[in-house]
């Protein structure tokens, strides 16, 4: 077992699984509590357009993911808040928009399309060092910004209306957010793929919130339980030699209902003993 880790697709994958769940849970922290998971749903299975064209026309499918994504995401947006169009619905034709055009561009691109698999499902191994570059500079500018405009970007996810009353750069923290969420989830489209990248983005805030009720609380809680899931999914990928995107989403769902089980345990046993001091 000690022999895979002088393998460089190991080192890289390692690596990659590090940025990745810090990234990940930061961003999807600030999706759960602006309630935006129908939206980074709708985004993420709009990237599957830019991927199709990017085969289609020899360009870099993640650079042409990433371009659609922010597309999309910004076209939700517009949707929504200028034509007069219920954002649900804006979100399911971005959704069906991307997939269909991803889907076109995949059987137009002449012979096989390489590496299709890997983003449908996810292959952290096949991770490069410029995606790694890739990811390393995301998450530095990501920690950054939030590190900079952290009681702000709170204010705008707990209550936008009441950030905007009080002066704050609301549609500034909107806007750079939105384009971070497109780039973190084209980023995260390598490790678990479009078919399950969701789970990375709300399980292990499901489960920090379990304990915690804050945003700081349940963002370093889901920074550690996402980065615990991922190098576990990895060296049980390695034994196993299946994706370890799977084994991502298994852990974290035992998790969250290991968690949930031992709350409603410690919950009715907390309630025992009140009703116990109050019939003494």
């Known amino acids: 077992m000690a022999e895979i880790f002088s393998y460089t697709f190991f080192q890289y994958a390692l690596i990659a699984v590090v940025f990745i769940s810090v990234s990940s849970a930061i961003i ?104 790694l570059m890739a990811f390393a500079a995301f998450t530095i500018v990501l920690i950054l910004f939030f590190a900079l405009f952290f009681d ?41 793929g479009i078919m399950l990248l969701m789970s990375m983005l709300s399980l292990p805030q499901m489960i920090a919130e379990i304990r915690y009720h804050n945003f700081r609380g349940i963002m370093f809680c889901s920074i550690a339980v996402s980065l615990v899931a991922c190098v576990v999914s990895l060296f049980l990928a390695a034994i196993v030699d299946i994706p370890c995107s799977p084994i991502i989403v298994i852990i974290l769902t035992l998790v969250y209902i290991v968690a949930k089980a031992a709350q409603s345990v410690a919950e009715r046993r907390k309630n025992n003993k009140l009703n116990t001091s109050r019939v003494k």
């Open 152 to 192: 702000k970007i709170v204010a705008v996810a707990f209550d936008k209306d009441f950030a905007k009353v009080s002066g704050m750069p609301v549609k500034f923290i909107s806007t750079v957010m939105t384009v971070m969420i497109a780039v973190c989830i084209v980023l995260t489209i390598r490790l678990i």
């Open 28 to 131: 999807g922290t600030y999706i759960v509590t602006r309630r935006m998971t129908a939206i980074a749903g709708g985004i993420t299975h709009a990237c599957f357009g830019g991927l199709g064209l990017g085969y289609y026309f020899g360009i870099n499918p993640i650079a042409m993911a990433t371009v659609f994504a922010i597309a999309s995401s910004a076209g939700v947006e517009w949707l929504s808040s200028r034509q007069r169009i219920r954002e649900d619905s804006a979100i399911a034709a971005v959704w069906a928009v991307g997939m269909a055009v991803g889907v076109m561009f995949v059987f137009l691109t002449p012979g096989l399309v390489p590496d299709l698999n890997s983003f449908l499902f996810g292959n952290i191994l096949t991770i490069t060092f410029s995606d």
